[in-house]
């Protein structure tokens, strides 16, 4: 058994929690996520599903998940990195990842933000479909 929770951050509460077989697919536990709009979700890479992330999208919810590492992408166009950043931000670029609705191929334009950790030594890759906020921001 999995136990799926959402935590609102300003009340500091589980709302939801719903519980599933452990062999279901974690990512089918966001279709259950009601959010108002300018909303902003994290989550883990393991609850990847494109055709929720183009719903978050188009709801005005903004999310931000780290990039599987197998994920298939297209280059888009690469930001600048500001030179007073005091992060460890190495890229900031959009890409455009592609999925099936109704049968038909779409493209859903995303941020992905590479980012090294010195503590662990790892280099993260964060995608989001917030371009308004800083890179560090999002991380």
């Not at 297209?74 to 900031?92: A, H, L, R, W, Y």
């Not at 992905?112 to 560090?136: G, P, Q």
């Amino acid at each position: 058994m999995k136990a799926h929770v959402m935590i609102n951050a300003q009340e500091n509460m589980p709302n939801p929690v719903i519980y599933s077989v452990a062999a279901r697919q974690d990512k089918n536990f966001l279709q259950h996520i009601n959010l108002p709009k300018s909303s902003i979700i994290v989550f883990d890479r393991a609850y990847n599903d494109y055709k929720q992330y183009a719903r978050f999208t188009s709801d005005k919810i903004s999310f931000v998940t780290r990039q599987k590492k197998n994920a298939v992408f297209e280059q888009g166009e690469t930001f600048e990195i500001p030179d007073k950043t005091n992060s460890d931000v190495q890229k900031d670029e959009e890409i455009f990842l592609s999925y099936k609705e109704n049968g038909e191929e779409k493209k859903l334009k995303v941020r992905r933000i590479t980012y090294h950790d010195k503590n662990s030594d790892k280099t993260l890759v964060f995608i989001t479909n917030n371009f308004e906020l800083k890179a560090e921001t999002m991380l």
